[in-house]
């Protein structure tokens, strides 16, 4: 018996640093291209352990929404009951909800989402997320977003058959260096 109660303090402690490691991840919104101006972003998590329910927003700097492009297959949250997809200022807002014991073990994602860049070309633009909340008891830390460039001048072999008709115009609007340089860029894409 005593050494069972020598044991007591080694054993809680166990119990609670393995708890306190399943009731924490990371949220990374992770970019992959969709076009030369379209962006998907998964809600990737490090640990989905315990999350049964959470509310996301996810808004872009330099990048449009609707609520028509957010997918929840291959989440999570593919069979919650509760998927709920509102707009708000410069991006979108998720309430999702499966119920006790429905989060998975391990990582995942909370959904994808397809942003559009104003400008044109996805190259610079930003990524924020906010958790409004999360299943009690689980921390859900936001992680910083990677910029990605998607396509961009002289990807595609179209791009450099329009610098060279630039070149031989009319109107003249290229150099013959501005169509090598397209050409170089497409190459190096391959």
Same mark, same amino acid.
């Given at each position: ?11 809680? =402690? ?19 291209? #969709? #076009? ?7 809600? %990737? ?9 959470? %509310? ?29 997809? $509102? ?7 998720? =309430? ?5 014991? $429905? ?6 994602? =909370?959904?994808?989402? #397809?942003?559009?860049?104003? %400008? ?35 990807? #595609? ?34």
């Amino acid at each position: 018996m005593r050494k069972i109660k020598s044991l007591m303090p080694i054993i809680l =402690l166990s119990i609670l640093l393995i708890a306190g490691t399943a009731s924490a991840a990371t949220l990374t919104p992770v970019g992959t291209c #969709e #076009e030369q101006n379209e962006v998907k972003i998964a809600l %990737d998590v490090s640990d989905v352990t315990g999350i049964d329910a959470y %509310d996301v927003t996810v808004t872009g700097t330099g990048l449009t929404t609707t609520t028509s492009v957010v997918s929840k297959t291959g989440s999570i949250a593919e069979n919650w009951f509760l998927y709920n997809v $509102s707009a708000v200022t410069g991006g979108i807002r998720i =309430l999702a909800a499966g119920g006790t014991g $429905s989060g998975s073990t391990g990582a995942g994602n =909370l959904g994808t989402i #397809e942003f559009t860049a104003t %400008d044109g070309t996805v190259d610079t633009e930003t990524v924020a997320v906010v958790v409004n909340s999360v299943t009690t008891g689980i921390t859900l830390t936001p992680a910083a977003y990677t910029p990605v460039v998607c396509g961009g001048a002289c990807s #595609e072999w179209d791009d450099v058959i329009v610098k060279y008709n630039a070149y031989i115009g009319p109107p003249v609007t290229a150099t013959w260096a501005d169509v090598i340089a397209c050409y170089t860029a497409y190459v190096g894409t391959r």
